[in-house]
């Protein structure tokens, strides 16, 4: 269905809905089209409604280009964190994003601060803090390199929600007593 549209006062058109977007047509813009009584806002046309909802759910939600795999295709740089490994292609070598961090050595599985922090800060999240430590060993002992480093950090990470909450919660509970 085509439509006619009210733009700066003047009546542009026909255009279909897929065109309305680039004319300038926005909802409080009058159309018209055939079989209508009177001219009306785009707002309450259903077709244009819907057409404009399907829009912008598509600018929101781009589908993927489809990524296709060769049967000779190169092993994931080790250099990149897991959780950038998905953002660079298998095939673009990357220096390491931390180059303080040496990947000879095991990684500081932080457990002593993880089980001070569990005692005396934050009991959930220290939890989590000393199973990722534990997670970390296990990792290196095995031979993942990478991925020991990765939950190490991510223990890391744990400790310091730990303090940092609990020595929230401390100071709300010194400030209401």
Known sequence: MKYFAIIDDKQCGPFLPQEMPAVGVRPS????????????QAREVADICRFYRNHIYDICHPTPTPITVSDSAPAVNENIPLRFRSFIPADTDVSPLND????TQPPKTWMSLAIIATIFFFFPTGIVAIIMSHRADRLWKEGKVVESHEVARKAKMMTGFSICIGLILFALLIRFL
């Not at 813009?29 to 009306?40: L, P």
């Not at 303080?100 to 990947?103: A, G, H, I, P």
């Open 29 to 40: 813009t009058y159309v018209w089209c055939k079989g209508m009584t009177d001219w009306q």
């Open 100 to 103: 303080n961090e040496d990947t």
